[in-house]
C-alpha cells in the first residue's frame, strides 16, 4: 500500500507565484488534512475535510485553499506565495475524525 | 495562544538515563495521541489514551492521562539512541467529549539520546 502520497517533495517559488501540493491517500480514509510545520512551533493545521465535499479551515488557514472533490485526494493551493509560507508542509489522513494519522513524507517549500 | 503546551522544548541526555516529557492544557479534551516523528519523515501514532487516569506502556515508554483529562505524561526508561527524535502530543479540539476531526498538535519535544 501507498498510504498517503505527496508531490513534490521539494520546492522553491518567487514571492507572488502560484502552486498546489498534491495529497493522495488510498486507504479509503474520510478524514484528511493539511498541516505546516515550522522550527519551535510544531505541526499546526491549515485546512482539514472530514469527507468529499466537506472542507473547514484549522488554525492557520490564511493563504491557502483546499478543496475535496474525491475521496482520494486532498490538494493544498497556495494562490500568491509569500516568504512566510516557507515550510515543511504534511499532508494526513485518518479512518474516522479522532483517530490515528497517517502521514505523508513531507513537502519542503521555500518562497524567495 | 498555544491550546497544547509540552515541556521541556528541548532534551539532551544519555544512553541508559530516565526522562519524562509533558503535554498540559487549560481545557480539558476527550482523547489525547502521542506521535514521534524523526528527521525527514511525517510523524508515526505511538499511543492514544482516552479515559482519566489511563497509563499505557509500549516497551521501555510509559504514557499516562491526567485523572482530569487535560494532561498527559511520557515517560521513558532508560533511553536508547533509537529514542531520539520529536514528540508530539495532539488533541481535538472544540469538544470535550468528542471528536471534532480538527486535530491540534502541541510544539513538541526534540530529545536526543547520546550513545
Known amino acids: 500500500n501507498a498510504g498517503v502520497t505527496q508531490t513534490p517533495k521539494f520546492q522553491v517559488l518567487k514571492t507572488g507565484q502560484s502552486m498546489t501540493l498534491q495529497c493522495a491517500q488510498d486507504?479509503?480514509?474520510?478524514?484528511m488534512s493539511w498541516y505546516r510545520q515550522d522550527p519551535g512551533m510544531g505541526l499546526r493545521l491549515i485546512h482539514y475535510?472530514?469527507?468529499?465535499?466537506?472542507?473547514d479551515q484549522g488554525e492557520v488557514p490564511n493563504g491557502y485553499n483546499v478543496s475535496r472533490s474525491t475521496t482520494e485526494d486532498f490538494p493544498l493551493r497556495l494562490l500568491s506565495a509569500a516568504p512566510s509560507q516557507t515550510s515543511v508542509y504534511f499532508c494526513?489522513?485518518?479512518?474516522?475524525?479522532?483517530?490515528?494519522?497517517?502521514f505523508g513524507s513531507g513537502t519542503q517549500l521555500s518562497v524567495l | 495562544t498555544q491550546l497544547l503546551e509540552q515541556s521541556p522544548q528541548f532534551l539532551s541526555i544519555q544512553e541508559g538515563e530516565n526522562l519524562t516529557v509533558y503535554c498540559n492544557s487549560s481545557s480539558v479534551f476527550s482523547s489525547l495521541q502521542w506521535y514521534r516523528q524523526e528527521p525527514g519523515e511525517g510523524p508515526v501514532l505511538l499511543v492514544t489514551?482516552?479515559?482519566?487516569?489511563e497509563v499505557k506502556k509500549l516497551k521501555r515508554l510509559t504514557f499516562q492521562f491526567g485523572d482530569a483529562r487535560k494532561d498527559s505524561s511520557l515517560h521513558i526508561t532508560a533511553a536508547q539512541p533509537g529514542d531520539t527524535g520529536l514528540y508530539l502530543c495532539?488533541?481535538?479540539?472544540?469538544?470535550?467529549?468528542?471528536?471534532?476531526?480538527?486535530?491540534?498538535f502541541g510544539q513538541g519535544t526534540t530529545l536526543q539520546v547520546k550513545p
Open positions: 495532539a488533541i481535538n479540539a472544540g469538544q470535550k467529549t468528542s471528536n471534532t476531526g480538527k486535530l491540534i
Open positions: 489514551v482516552v479515559t482519566g487516569g
Open positions: 494526513a489522513s485518518s479512518y474516522s475524525k479522532g483517530g490515528k494519522l497517517f
Open positions: 475535510s472530514v469527507g468529499a465535499g466537506i472542507t
Open positions: 486507504m479509503n480514509h474520510e478524514y
